[in-house]
């Protein structure tokens, strides 16, 4: 059974986050299943192993190119184009069926009350991400964004230093969230404080071992964790 894990260093309510960055797969939004879906559809149709759904989820948050060497090794580079496109094809038709996580829209909300930035930082495209922005009448919510094709893939701490530099925050003030290790080790390397949720891709046990402030069970835990250490407008 996964349970919350209480913070393991310091938890950020002397000092409040004045940035707090999201991932946005099995973090914001329900799309694990989908892209676990889209890569073992895209390697049937090219009549490659297809991974498991433990090892296909394992990758979400990678950019693209390095999701693809971990989870299909035997993909040769010249495949690569023709897998690119079936893993699209069975992505859009699940497309309708994503939602955000029940509580997201509302969390966002009450954080955006705070005097504390919003930001994202994710393995999509930036098509991609504009895409799932626009869809969910997201665009405005966020202050800055970086995706995996912008800059070096997770867990190299790229985004999150263009992120903090873009929105002159420095590191101490940042709180990165998401649902996989991915996630919490780019935190751990540009030095910022991570959070990870267990209701995404990768395992309580997988997220503990990245040492992270908290690793929470739900939207609503996440809300409750990231109110008293957000910057409150006076």
């Excluded at 040769?76 to 094809?89: A, G, I, K, N």
């Excluded at 996580?101 to 005097?115: H, R, W």
């Excluded at 997770?154 to 940042?174: G, S, Y």
Aim: proline content about 5%; charged content about 20%; some cysteine.
């Amino acid at each position: 059974m996964r349970a919350t894990l209480a913070a393991t260093g310091d938890d950020g309510l002397s000092k409040p986050y004045k940035l707090v960055v999201f991932d946005w797969d099995g973090t914001l939004m329900d799309s694990t299943h989908s892209i676990v879906a889209a890569i073992q559809g895209a390697c049937r149709d090219l009549e490659l192993p297809v991974p498991s759904a433990s090892e296909a989820s394992w990758v979400i948050g990678l950019s693209l190119e390095s999701a693809l060497r971990r989870a299909v090794p035997s993909l040769t580079q010249s495949m690569v184009p023709r897998f690119l496109e079936r893993y699209r094809t069975h992505y859009l038709l699940r497309d309708p069926e994503l939602r955000l996580f029940d509580g997201v829209a509302e969390m966002l909300a009450a954080l955006g009350g705070t005097d504390t930035l919003l930001a994202v930082a994710t393995g999509k495209s930036r098509v991609g991400l504009d895409r799932a922005l626009a869809a969910t009448a997201m665009r405005g919510v966020f202050a800055a964004t970086r995706t995996a094709d912008e800059t070096f893939s997770k867990p190299h701490p790229a985004m999150l230093q263009e992120l903090m530099q873009e929105l002159d925050v420095a590191p101490e003030n940042v709180v990165m969230i998401g649902d996989t290790s991915h996630d919490l080790r780019m935190a751990a390397n540009a030095g910022v404080h991570g959070v990870g949720v267990a209701y995404g891709a990768h395992t309580v046990a997988e997220l503990q071992s990245c040492a992270p402030q908290a690793v929470v069970n739900s939207v609503l835990e996440l809300q409750q964790w990231l109110m008293p250490r957000s910057g409150a407008a006076q």
